[in-house]
């Protein structure tokens, strides 16, 4: 199995932009979560879906964050408008529910917002 | 509150020195799970060992070893003979079964181990 994939790697944005981060869960599992990173609040869960559904999205910080996840294979993590605060490395993470067994983070995205 | 406790932030010893990183967790749950993750410099976070609340047995894996004491809330983990390459951040987290799989991570300690 690939892992959790997270596209991109790396980016960077003007202040106001939109930002659209992606992420495919291992697949199989049915928990997914959004982790952000940094060095002032270390990892912060943002959100996390069971069998696609929000659970529970109260860390997300505000409105500028949304996230969707569509299909058992797919979700976003969307910053608009974008702030320069917002600058992050930003994990997504999988598990199998059933079983609460570990999650399986990806190489996360480090996001530099300019 | 916090559910895990790291209160270790910084750490540094000598290589081939044991180490003991400290991890408390607090809950109300009867079924939960523990684990450790390790965040090398380049990154990414690799999970290190899984333990139920049901399971208090202390385990070894190479030069790893945990520590579970459910009497004290604690889930400590010990390198033994560390090495360079275990320099990275180590990360205790929670979960419990009522909140439906959501992680609870501390706040990392961060390991140096001089040559």
């Known amino acids: 199995d690939a892992g959790v994939i997270q596209s991109p790697r790396h980016e960077v944005t003007e202040m106001g932009q939109e930002v659209t981060l992606r992420c495919k869960p291992i697949?199989?599992?049915?928990?997914l979560f959004w982790y952000r990173q940094t060095m002032m609040r270390g990892l912060e869960l943002l959100i996390y879906?069971?069998?696609?559904?929000?659970?529970?999205d109260s860390g997300m910080p505000e409105d500028r964050f949304s996230a969707k996840m569509p299909n058992a294979s797919f979700s976003t993590l969307k910053i608009q408008p974008s702030e320069p605060r917002d600058s992050a490395v930003y994990f997504c993470?999988?598990?199998?529910?059933?079983?609460?067994?570990?999650?399986?983070f990806g190489q996360g995205t480090r996001l530099t917002v300019v | 509150a916090q559910k895990v406790t790291q209160a270790q932030t910084e750490i540094s010893v000598v290589e081939k020195e044991d180490v003991t990183l400290d991890c408390v967790y607090e809950?109300?749950?009867?079924?939960?799970?523990l684990f450790w993750y390790k965040q090398p410099p380049s990154g990414e976070l690799v999970f290190l060992i899984r333990?139920?609340?049901?399971?208090?047995q202390n385990e070894i894996s190479g030069r790893y070893s945990w520590n579970f004491q459910k009497s004290t809330s604690s889930f400590n983990f010990t390198i033994t003979a560390s090495q360079v390459v275990d320099s990275a951040v180590y990360f205790c987290?929670?979960?419990?079964?009522?909140?439906?799989?959501?992680?609870?991570f501390g706040t990392g300690t961060s390991l140096t181990v001089i040559p």
């Open positions: 333990r139920n609340s049901f399971d208090e």
């Open positions: 697949s199989g599992h049915n928990s």
């Open positions: 993470a999988s598990s199998l529910l059933a079983d609460y067994t570990e999650a399986f």
């Open positions: 809950t109300r749950d009867t079924t939960y799970y």
């Open positions: 987290a929670l979960s419990e079964v009522n909140t439906g799989n959501q992680f609870y």
């Open positions: 879906f069971n069998n696609n559904v929000p659970i529970d």
